[in-house]
Structure formats: structure tokens, C-alpha cells
């Protein structure tokens, strides 16, 4: 193998980039939001966990999401693009449950998730980042494919 070759192999062997233009913001804002929901959580959960742990355990979980998500965008290629799509779609659908269900029975969350009210005390980030997220991901495919 000559040394063009060797090169032409390592660069298909290279994932398609995730995190160029928006996509750096995009990591950035995941980013904050690890390093938010899995703080509070951690907190919440050893030191008040018998007050509210299903929302305890739901904040833990959303810092578990957003870390796979950034994960998968740095990582970049197809498959990293794939998975941060589904994981966004999901992240979505918490939101909007979570949102929904603490409206509707505020009993049933003593204390306040990540996606509470739809992420209002997170500036409602936690619900435009997944659809801010899953545009950019379907655009990098589009761009990907033409």
C-alpha cells in the first residue's frame, strides 16, 4: 500500500463531522445541560431523595440523555447521527410528557424536574434543544446525502 493509499483509507475511515457551524453550539448547550441536570440531580438524590424521587430520578435520567446526545455529536458519523436523532426524539417526548404531566397533576412532582413545565426554570431550553437538535441532524444527513 503506498502512502496516498494509506491516507485515502484513513480519511474514509473518518466520521462525517456533527459539530461543525450550529452543530458547536448544539454540544455546547448539551454540554450545560449535563453538567446542570446531573448536578442537581446528584444533589436532590443524596441529600432529599424520599421528597420527590421520581423527579429526582427523572432529572438524572435527562443528564444521562444529554450526555449520550453530545457524546454522539462529537463522536459524529452515521451512526452517532442516527443515535443523537432517536435520542433527541426521546428527549422530546420526556419533555413533553414530563411537561404535560406536571400541568396537569402538580402533586405528583413535589419538586421540580429538568423538564418541569416544559423546562421553564431551564429557560425552555430542554425543549428547543431537541428540535433545534433534530433539525441540524436531519439537515447533516441531507447534506450528507446530495
Same mark, same amino acid.
Do not use: H, K
Given at each position: ?16 463531522? /456533527? ?8 454540544? %455546547? ?12 440531580? #446528584?444533589?436532590?438524590?443524596? =441529600? ?5 424521587? /421520581?423527579? $429526582? ?6 443528564? &444521562? ?13 452515521? *451512526? ?12 422530546? /417526548? ?6 404535560? %404531566? =406536571? /400541568? #396537569? ?16 426554570? $431551564? ?11 433534530? $433539525?441540524? &441532524? !436531519?439537515?447533516? !444527513?441531507?447534506? !450528507? *446525502?446530495?
Amino acid at each position: 500500500m503506498t502512502t496516498g493509499e494509506a491516507e485515502a483509507n484513513t480519511g474514509q475511515d473518518r466520521p462525517a463531522r /456533527l459539530i461543525g457551524g450550529p452543530g458547536m453550539l448544539l454540544v %455546547w448547550l448539551y454540554g450545560v445541560m449535563v453538567v446542570g441536570a446531573v448536578s442537581r440531580s #446528584a444533589v436532590q438524590i443524596s =441529600t432529599d431523595f424520599d421528597r420527590a424521587p /421520581l423527579a $429526582y430520578s427523572l432529572s438524572a435520567v435527562a443528564g &444521562l440523555v444529554y450526555g449520550f446526545i453530545t457524546y454522539s455529536l462529537v463522536r459524529g458519523g452515521e *451512526t452517532a447521527r442516527r443515535a443523537a436523532f432517536v435520542c433527541c426524539a426521546a428527549e422530546l /417526548l420526556g419533555v413533553l410528557t414530563v411537561g404535560t %404531566w =406536571t /400541568l #396537569a397533576d402538580s402533586s405528583a412532582f413535589p419538586d421540580a424536574t429538568v423538564w418541569s413545565d416544559y423546562g421553564m426554570g $431551564y429557560l425552555f431550553i430542554p425543549v428547543l434543544l431537541p428540535l433545534s437538535a433534530m $433539525y441540524w &441532524l !436531519r439537515r447533516a !444527513r441531507a447534506q !450528507r *446525502t446530495a
